[in-house]
């Protein structure tokens, strides 16, 4: 999945192949192959171009990370303790974009209390954020099971059932 999401495009399997081969050697029915289990999976839709199909994703890298936080987050017995070890984990970089990301949300959802914004500097500084949001587009929900890191990668998911981890347990 990884190399069909740097593409952003609809991509051949001889394209993948190529590209994955500047790192090491793969055949050519190894890259068909998991593009064709990764679109039976519906992670990719494909398209007959010749003799050749065209693989696209079904979901953006983001909306599948999010989907991924999401499923983690909800599987918790006690959510607010994993959203606090998940932010002690963070980078101050991943801290900011936390911030700038509830900026853009409280954009579009007024606060229920006068003192959840801090004498409206929040609305100000997110003015210019929900702009940069508008143009990223809409964030579609994808409840498609999670995707191999890459084609062709070992760990890539073959053998294994949508909703199950490494061990062929569920979730």
């Known amino acids: 999945m990884t190399r069909v999401w740097e593409w952003n495009r609809p991509v051949t399997v001889r394209e993948v192949l190529e590209d994955l081969q500047k790192e090491r050697s793969i055949a050519y029915t190894t ?9 039976q999976k519906g992670w990719v839709r494909r398209e007959a171009e010749g003799r050749a199909y065209r693989y696209e994703a079904v979901s953006t890298r983001a909306a599948y990370a999010a989907a991924l936080m999401n499923e983690a987050w909800s599987a918790s017995d006690n959510p607010a303790a994993a959203l606090v070890a998940f932010f002690g984990m963070m980078s101050p970089e991943q801290r900011q974009a936390l911030r700038d990301a509830v900026r853009m949300v409280q954009v579009d ?3 229920e209390d006068p003192e959840d914004t801090e004498g409206g500097e929040v609305r100000e500084e997110a ?8 143009q990223a587009g809409p964030v579609e929900e994808d409840r498609t099971p999670a995707p191999p890191e890459a084609a062709g990668e070992p760990g ?8 199950t981890n490494a061990g062929g347990k569920g979730r």
């Open 31 to 39: 890259v068909m192959t998991v593009l064709d289990n990764l679109h």
């Open 156 to 163: 890539a998911g073959e053998g294994r059932e949508p909703g």
């Open 127 to 134: 003015a210019g954020q929900g702009e940069r949001a508008e």
């Open 109 to 111: 959802e007024p606060a």
